[in-house]
């Protein structure tokens, strides 16, 4: 059974500091994605990883994929409260035809304080 | 088209009832997607759709639950003889093709289920 571990689960930090997400999963997957969901919110698309060394960068965020240590990072660089939010990310491990579908981490509830 | 679109938002229903919600995904976007999302937890994958017809279905899809979408466009999820296990968060989503091929699956906003 595939497992997506995430950590921190919770993370608190002051804005202008850097800080790192940890996504670890436990079968072979090239494909990674990562979403943001506010409070009551739905889930909003944040970055689509393909290949094992992709990275990403939106903004103050970036992401990476190492597919061989199964591991994938999401970056907060000189964060801003605007960010606070919970930040899944989901990997997709089947390789195409009729399976499909998402298997998601538990989610890091990131906390931004001025 | 503005997404995916979920309706109703909100159910709070007594056990034992019936509750059905319903999705209408993005034009032209031919999988949908259910999955289930409990306070703290990541969603859940329940079922999905290519096209009208159900490819996959989760362990987690009791009897109690059937997923249809006749004519591959809007899809409803029934939930029968509703318990106070079943109140979540219920998120339609839906992709342009298959995940392999570097599509994203975009998520609506979700139906929230109370059972009490």
């Not at chain 2, 249809?68 to 992709?95: H, N, V, W």
């Amino acid at each position: 059974e595939l497992k997506v571990e995430q950590n921190p689960l919770f993370l608190s930090m002051q804005e202008g500091k850097n800080y790192t997400i940890y996504c670890n999963y436990s079968t072979t997957s090239d494909r990674l994605y990562w979403y943001r969901q506010d409070p009551g919110k739905s889930l909003e698309s944040l970055f689509v990883l393909l290949s094992n060394g992709a990275v990403k960068q939106e903004g103050r965020l970036m992401a990476s994929l190492d597919t061989k240590a199964r591991l994938s990072t999401l970056h907060i660089t000189a964060a801003v409260h605007d960010l606070s939010a919970t930040y899944f990310c989901a990997v997709d491990v089947h390789s195409g035809g009729g399976a499909d579908g998402l298997t998601f981490g538990k989610g890091t509830h990131l906390i931004i304080q001025p | 088209d503005t997404g995916v679109s979920q309706n109703p938002r909100h159910k709070i229903t007594k056990r034992g009832q019936n509750v059905t919600f319903r999705c209408d995904p993005i034009s032209e976007h031919n999988r949908l997607y259910w999955y289930r999302q409990t306070l703290g937890q990541g969603p859940e994958f329940l079922t999905y759709f290519q096209n009208e017809a159900q490819l996959e279905k989760s362990r987690l899809l009791s009897d109690r639950f059937s997923a249809e979408r006749p004519k591959g466009s809007f899809s409803t999820l029934e939930i029968q003889r509703t318990e106070q296990g079943d109140s979540a968060m219920y998120l339609c989503a839906s992709s342009l093709g298959v995940l392999s091929s570097g599509n994203t699956i975009y998520f609506g906003e979700g139906s929230w289920l109370t059972v009490v």
